[in-house]
């Protein structure tokens, strides 16, 4: 009976014609690697898992780093179009600023697994880490980006690189507390909690 449920779970996986085998293994390993550590997680066992063999794994990714940072890639991929969404509507350049940040801590919420996996893993040391760096440059430029617009809409200097790191690590801050608190300490009022947070981040634009 168990085995039976299983069969069925697998082809649900598999079942959708626009779901490819790549996407249901990263699915698959992004659930696992958030749940059980990637370190606890080997490609093995994500085969398992999903009901295939380890052969057609490696024929979609070349290990289980290739397999984390493709994971990596859409999380990115994902911030940059909630980035890009948000600097094309109308508002002061602070308006929008706040704006894409609000966006950007509503999709690491919306989005926890993805979310763990890429800003709360150890990533290997060496070119894995490396490609993770140069992914993230890209949503990084996008914050430098709104940070100069502020400062120069408001005609003040402000370091760039340390205000957008400032600004970046508030935002994954609030994002991880609100994704990992326990229901014993919940917030009475997290989408406050969240204005005010940004809105204090941002205070030296307005």
Do not use: W
């Not at 894409?100 to 763990?116: E, G």
Request: charged letters at 30%.
């Amino acid at each position: 009976m168990v085995l039976a449920s299983k069969t069925r779970r697998r082809t649900r996986r598999t079942q959708s014609p626009r779901t490819t085998l790549r996407d249901v293994i990263r699915n698959t390993a992004r659930e696992l690697f958030a749940r059980e550590g990637y370190e606890s997680v080997s490609m093995r066992r994500i085969a398992a898992e999903i009901g295939c063999s380890p052969m057609a794994m490696y024929r979609h990714f070349a290990s289980k780093e290739d397999l984390l940072i493709s994971i990596c890639e859409e999380t990115f991929n994902g911030m940059l179009r909630v980035l890009d969404m948000g600097r094309e509507q109308p508002g002061t350049p602070v308006e929008k600023l706040r704006k894409c940040m609000r966006l950007i801590v509503d999709f690491h919420i919306s989005h926890p697994n993805h979310f763990k996996v890429t800003f709360l893993t150890a990533m290997p040391q060496g070119q894995t880490a490396e490609r993770k760096a140069a992914i993230a440059q890209r949503a990084m430029d996008r914050l430098r980006t709104g940070v100069r617009e502020c400062a120069e809409a408001k005609g003040i200097e402000v370091d760039i690189e340390l205000t957008a790191q400032m600004l970046r690590t508030g935002m994954h801050g609030l994002a991880s507390i609100l994704i990992n608190a326990p229901k014993s300490c919940q917030y009475i009022d997290p989408e406050r909690l969240k204005q005010e947070v940004i809105v204090t981040l941002s205070k030296q634009f307005e």
